[in-house]
Nanobody, 115 residues
Framework: QVQLVESGGGLVQPGGSLRLSCAAS????????LAWYRQPTGKQRELVAS???????NYADSVKGRFTISRDNAKNTVYLQMHSLKPEDTAVYYC?????????WGQGTQVTVSS
């Protein structure tokens, strides 16, 4: 069983930066593939970035070059560093942990990009 708690969301001006954190409880965190998803109001949830248990990363085209996903297995935490934020990045951001036979979600954290 893994529990995920996101933090770091908030209101930021266009062009600004935020770092999201997702702290996990439970064992074998290092064996999970981790990801950040987002869901704008009235739209479907979409994959933003992922990082495998061995550190391989993948990004949505819309965030490439602006967002960086990383993990610290010693701290059971996954991060999403976001730069050059745009109004279209506004959404609830969710942390996801998955391995064969199991998948877990956090409760989400709101990111609002607005002047």
């Amino acid at each position: 069983q893994v529990q995920l708690v996101e933090s770091g969301g908030g209101l930021v001006q266009p062009g600004g930066s935020l770092r999201l954190s997702c702290a996990a409880s439970g064992s074998i965190f290092s064996m999970h593939d981790l990801a950040w998803y987002r869901q704008p109001t009235g739209k479907q949830r979409e994959l933003v970035a992922s990082i495998t248990s061995v550190g391989r990363t993948n990004y949505a085209d819309s965030v490439k070059g602006r967002f960086t996903i990383s993990r610290d297995n010693a701290k059971n935490t996954v991060y999403l560093q976001m730069h050059s934020l745009k109004p279209e990045d506004t959404a609830v951001y969710y942390c996801n942990a998955a391995m064969v036979g199991s998948e877990y979600w956090g409760q989400g954290t709101q990111v609002t990009v607005s002047s």
